[in-house]
């Protein structure tokens, strides 16, 4: 059974600032998954960080799950978009309340 939302469940500012500091603080984007048998064949799972001139580092994970793994890629460019439309819907529910 799920809860209603409440304020007191509301993300704080300092909160959303922490969030949005770790996503800047990251290897850029974009995060992709490669699970070795569904993307590519041969070598291993791991998660490509840029493209092109800009391509990172490789992510390897140990003890994860492709699950676990896709979540993970894919959460470099979702929670910036997440903290994004945060702060539109923020800007326009004090637009209304005013």
């Known amino acids: 059974m799920t809860r209603g939302f409440d304020d007191r469940d509301a993300m704080t500012e300092e909160e ?3 969030m ?3 996503c800047e603080k990251a290897t850029s984007g974009p ?4 699970i070795e048998g569904r993307d590519h064949s041969g070598g291993s799972n791991f998660i490509m960080t840029g493209n ?4 990172g580092e490789d992510i390897e994970l140990t003890g994860a799950t492709n699950s676990d793994q896709d979540f993970i890629a894919h959460a470099r460019q ?4 997440l903290l994004a439309e945060v702060e539109r819907l923020r800007k326009h529910l004090s637009k209304e309340n005013v």
Do not use: A, C, T
């Open 16 to 18: 959303l600032v922490s």
């Open 20 to 22: 949005q500091q770790r």
């Open 31 to 34: 995060w992709v998954s490669y």
């Open 52 to 55: 092109g001139n800009k391509r």
């Open 78 to 81: 979702d929670i910036p978009r």
